[in-house]
């Protein structure tokens, strides 16, 4: 357990925050392992090339991705003061949301299930 002041210990927890650009989408109705196809594709990248990789990306998640990405820029130039052409995909994951089960009626009065997955995209950049 640690020590000292509530205070203190907020305190210190907070210096340790990370403070790079990022935006998350959540509760996005594309599958975690679907979404990480695209974004293994733009991790590491600088923002111009990954955003061109987006354009051009016949996948659906590209698009939400895209967004994420157009949004994480923003925020690094307006709240972050950076330059756009120093700005690289530092971190970009998906982790898994919850999942929303439906029913599909088949013969003989049998129900499978239908599971519409959700996920958290994260997109984190970094300055070179």
């Given at each position: 357990m640690a020590k000292g002041?509530?205070?203190q210990i907020k305190r210190?927890?907070?210096?340790?925050?990370d403070t790079r650009p990022s935006a998350?989408?959540?509760y996005a109705r594309i599958p975690a392992q679907k979404a990480c196809f695209v974004l293994d594709a733009i991790r590491g990248k600088d923002v111009e090339t990954a955003l061109a990789i987006l354009e051009y990306n016949p996948r659906y998640a590209s698009g939400v991705i895209k967004k994420i990405l157009e949004?994480?820029?923003a925020n690094a130039?307006?709240?972050n003061g950076m330059k756009r052409e120093n700005l690289f995909v530092a971190e970009c994951y998906a982790n898994q949301g919850p999942t929303m089960k439906r029913v599909q009626p088949r013969a003989q009065?049998?129900?499978y299930r239908i599971l519409k997955r959700m996920s958290h995209i994260t997109v984190v950049l970094d300055e070179r």
């Open positions: 002041h509530r205070s210190e927890r907070n210096a340790n925050k998350k989408l959540s949004s994480a820029v130039e307006n709240n009065g049998r129900a």
